[in-house]
């Protein structure tokens, strides 16, 4: 799918606007690879804290605002997402393919399921980071 | 986007994990929509009532439980959408433009807004309950 970027937007990650979207894209996405994980269809929304481990492992902290909570680098994750789905540096079905393949049993497991959140994001993370030059 | 359907699904639209997939490509269709409507990224779940509305006025409350309330009917509209998405009886990019060619100010009004969003997506559910020919 080509991003469908008929409104305009800025490179900030802060954005609360972009964050917003972000947040809708990046349940979806997560929501299409823990179906494909799994082989069957199930939805759910990634934990914050699985987000602020994924952009920390990917080197993106950086672009988090400095003490920021884990909500903040949340959104700012979100963010980050957003744009790059927007600018084309990332489709649905790459950042969808990413997360399935490194996914771990551990998602279905208790209290181990937001660290392997959080690792599988990070391994996208990383690679948009990579692709943007951040 | 072509459906990614790589696991498995039944015509079952009172089936949780359909309705939990549906909601988050939900979720992400009305935000792409809403922030093409608005200018702007932004996000936004769906209510509840509004899917009631949408699925009453596009003729297909007939898919849903008799007797069921506003939540059960919610769920039955999500699955609703996710099978047809996974069936490819409706793409991203149709069910965005239809909602957002839909969509009125009153989008943004406090009290109206919920009326606005479920009159817009009754008519992807027409469309949608036209291609599935029921």
Redesign the interface.
């Known amino acids: 799918?080509k991003p469908?970027a008929?409104?305009?937007?800025s490179k900030d990650f802060t954005?609360k606007?972009?964050?917003?979207?972000?947040?809708?894209?990046l349940?979806?996405v997560?929501?299409?690879a823990l179906?494909?994980y799994?082989?069957?269809?199930?939805?759910?929304r990634v934990p914050n804290s699985s987000l602020a481990l994924a952009i920390e492992m990917a080197g993106l902290r950086k672009l988090a605002p400095p003490r920021s909570d884990k909500h903040a680098r949340g959104d700012v994750a979100e963010a980050i997402l957003?744009y790059a789905w927007?600018e084309g540096v990332i489709t649905?079905?790459e950042a969808?393919q990413i997360i399935r393949e490194n996914l771990t049993e551990d998602v279905t497991h208790f209290t181990r399921k937001k660290e392997a959140i959080g690792k599988a994001l990070a391994v996208l993370y990383r690679e948009i980071g990579k692709r943007m030059g951040v």
Chains 1, 2 share one sequence.
Not at 6 to 9: G, K
Not at 17 to 25: E, H
């Open positions: 799918m469908l008929s409104f305009s937007y954005d606007g972009l964050a917003k979207f972000g947040d809708s894209l349940n979806f997560f929501s299409l179906s494909e799994l082989g069957k269809p199930t939805g759910e957003a927007l649905i079905e969808v």
